[in-house]
C-alpha cells in the first residue's frame, strides 16, 4: 500500500508541477503583451493617464465613444453631463467622473494633433 501511496503523491506533483508551469507561461505572455500595449502608447499620452487619474481607455468608456471624434465627445459629454447633475437628481460623483473623461480625452486630442504636427515637420528621408 506503502508503493500505491507513493505513486499517486509523485502523480499529483508531477500534475500540480505541470499546472504550475504553464500558469507561469501564461502569465509571462499577459505580462509580455501587456508591455507591449503600453510600449505603443505615446509616452505623452501615458502621462496624461497619470496625471488624469484615467485612461484612455476608460475615458472613452465613461463617454461611450469608440474613436476620438471632438464632436461625438462633445455631444455625449454634453448629455451625460446635464443627466447628471445634482438639481435633476443625478450624482455629483458621477457628474465630475464626466468631466475628468473629457478632460482626459480632449488632452489625448491634443497630444494626437501635436504629434501629427510632429510627423509632418520631420524630415523624409
Do not use: C, W
Not at 32 to 61: F, I, K, M, V, Y
Not at 95 to 102: E, F, L, Y
Amino acid at each position: 500500500q506503502a508503493k500505491y501511496l507513493a505513486q499517486i503523491i509523485v502523480m499529483g506533483v508531477q500534475v500540480v508541477g505541470r499546472a504550475f508551469a504553464r500558469a507561469l507561461r501564461q502569465e509571462f505572455a499577459a505580462s509580455r503583451a501587456a508591455a507591449d500595449a503600453r510600449g505603443r502608447t505615446s509616452h505623452r499620452s501615458a502621462a496624461a493617464s497619470n496625471l488624469s487619474g484615467l485612461s484612455l481607455q476608460e475615458a472613452q468608456q465613461i463617454l461611450n465613444v469608440s474613436k476620438l471624434s471632438p464632436e461625438e465627445i462633445q455631444k455625449n459629454y454634453e448629455h451625460l453631463f446635464k443627466v447628471n447633475d445634482k438639481s435633476v437628481g443625478g450624482s455629483f460623483y458621477l457628474q465630475s467622473k464626466v468631466v475628468r473623461a473629457k478632460e482626459r480625452l480632449d488632452e489625448e486630442l491634443k497630444i494626437q494633433a501635436q504629434e501629427d504636427r510632429e510627423k509632418e515637420q520631420a524630415p523624409r528621408t
